[in-house]
Structures are given as structure tokens and as C-alpha cells.
């Protein structure tokens, strides 16, 4: 593809960000199977001060430095999702820094990562998204210390994050117990969305209410998680809600049930999910997880495809007794996110990982 030739507007045509992505609708990552099909031939790296590795596919790695001192590393960038430069740096950012929320930890210092056109683009459109992507740093006490960037045919950002966390208090997306509720703080169907934003089929106040799910700093969820017992912990992106379970889900030897009617979905993203507004990232997650699943028959075709939709800065899933559920859900409601809910429950482990009733 030719930057010049496919994506220069014509004069008097406004940049449009989501476009100069070479496939349609691309997330810009390799699905679960591709990742699976990568690590098999790895040999995972052991160190005893290496607390959290690669094997489980957790959020971040943790490495400690003393009794009472860890470092949390985690990296995350991909293509525009939005076409609104400081909108799409912010929404980086969150989702970069997710991963140190999700095991607990806090995120203290960050490196951006760009790769971006050598001609075709306007450098004022990238100072926007390190803009935006500064702004939302600030705001989660976090100082970019540097970056690096590379020419590239198709724009991608994110960050390299580091955050410090008690080494005794991690997070781990495994660990969850039977009789175990699950606490989920976003609602689902970014991805669904952003593909109808991609089409010019999203109405105004469904892509507002995106970008500010997106947007929203998954540090009061985190914070609020904390003063419980917490089983385990994760925040649902790339993989979907089923993707990201199913870690925990055969981590902890278990089984996940969710129901239907209980998952908090964001406004517009039925209606967008019966036009066909998937991602392709949805259908490659589905096809790699549906043997894992049951859907039983009373489920909605639109739920069943929404549980497998890739989220761009989603909100932590949190396995905790069910003696506390309520207690969280009304912390997390009361600190900003309002469509926290307990969706589903660990039971022993049956046939199926995941249930979805
Ligand atoms: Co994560
Ligand atoms: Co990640």
C-alpha cells in the first residue's frame, strides 16, 4: 500500500486516522490462535524473582526487587481506533495503563511508542495524540520519560508502562474459587461499535458513550478492588469477555458462568451488532473460543457475539467472594463506574470453562 497513493485526501478532505489502517475494520493484532501458535515453540523465561511470568497469560509481568517491592511491566499500542487524534492518544493511554491496574499495582513512569508515516501526515496530528496521551498519564500520577518512534505505512500508539506493586498483594488473573462472584466494571461492545464509528454508521451519543468508557482510568476500579479478598483479577480487552475468563476459567481449574441478562452493555451496541457491525477480531476470538463455551439456547445471538467482542480499553473483571460483591459493585458505582455488575459466578469445574446461561 502507498501512503501517498490510498491515503492522501483530496484537497479540501479531512485526515481521517481510522482509515490509514491497511485492513478494514483491523485491530491490529494477532488473534489467540496466531499468539498461541508463537508461544508454543517458546521456552518461558524462569527467574526466582520473576513472580509473574508469561505462562498464564496475565496482564503484565511482575518482577521483585526486595520483600516488600515489585516492578509491573506491560506494553500495549495498536492502530487508531477513533479518528480524533487526542481522543486516540487518551484512549492508548488507558488502555496501556490497564494492565499495571488490573494486577493491582500503580503505574508510575511510561515510554511512548509510535509508528507513523514518513510523509502524508501532518506532525500536528501526533503531537495531539502524545497530547492526549499525556493528559490521560497525568491524571493516573504517571511521568513519560521517553519513547521511540518508527516509520511506518500504518499509525500505531501505545505505551510501555512501569508500575511498582506490594509483592505480597498481586492480582493474578488466576486464583479464582468456587462460590466466587464475578464483578465486572465497563460495560462490553467497543469493539462492535468502533466498527460501526469505522463505517459512519455510529450515532453521536453511542460513540460519546464509547470514547468515555474508553477514556475512563481503570485506577478507582483498581483501588476499590484492593480492599477486598480478591481471588483474582483482569481487565478485558483484546479477547473479549470470554477470552480473557477463559484464562482465568482454566488458570484456576474452574468453571465461569455468566449470565446473560446480568452483563452491562454500552448504549447502541444491540441495534449495531444485528447490522453486522463485527470486528474481525470478534469472529477470529469466537472461532478460537467456542469450544469452550456453552451458550445455552436462551441466549441472544447478539449476547453470544457480544461475549466474544474484542474490547479497546475495557473494564476489570474481579473474581471476590460473593459475601462481598454487592459491597464492591456500589464502591466501583460510587468511584465513576456506574455500570459495574456482578456477572457471573465460579463454579467447580464442569465440561465447559465458560457458561454463558
Ligand atoms: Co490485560
Ligand atoms: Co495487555
Partial sequence: MSITKDNNPAPGETFRLTARCKAAGCAGKLGPADLAGVLEHLELPTHPDLLVGISTGDDAGVFRFSDDLAIVNTVDFFTPVVDDPFTYGQISAANALSDVYAMGGVPRTALNIVCWPQSGLPGEMLAEILRGAAEKAREAGVVVVGGHTVGDEEVKFGMAITGVIDPRRIVRNVGAQVGDALVLSKAL?????????????????????????????????????????????????????????????????????????????????????????????????????????????????????????????????????????????????????????????????????????
Fill in 189 to 357: 461492545g467497543t469493539g462492535i461499535l468502533l466498527t460501526a464509528f469505522k463505517r459512519d454508521a455510529l450515532a453521536d451519543e453511542h460513540y460519546q458513550a464509547a470514547v468515555r468508557s474508553m477514556t475512563q482510568l481503570n485506577a478507582a476500579a483498581a483501588s476499590a478492588m484492593l480492599k477486598y479478598d480478591v481471588h483474582a483479577g483482569t481487565d478485558i480487552t483484546g479477547f473479549g469477555l470470554v477470552g480473557h475468563a477463559l484464562k482465568m476459567a482454566d488458570g484456576s481449574d474452574v468453571t465461569i458462568v455468566f449470565e446473560e441478562s446480568d452483563l452491562p452493555l454500552l448504549p447502541g451496541v444491540i441495534e449495531q451488532c444485528r447490522a453486522g457491525m463485527m470486528p474481525g477480531g470478534g469472529n477470529r476470538n469466537r472461532e478460537y473460543y467456542a469450544p469452550s463455551v456453552r451458550i445455552s439456547d436462551e441466549v441472544s445471538d447478539e449476547i453470544a457475539t457480544i461475549a466474544f467482542d474484542p474490547q479497546t480499553s475495557g473494564g476489570l473483571l474481579i473474581a471476590i467472594p460473593e459475601a462481598q460483591a454487592l459491597a464492591l459493585v456500589a464502591e466501583l458505582q460510587d468511584s465513576g463506574h456506574r455500570e459495574a455488575a456482578i456477572v457471573g459466578r465460579v463454579v467447580a469445574r464442569r465440561e465447559h470453562p465458560i457458561e454463558l446461561v
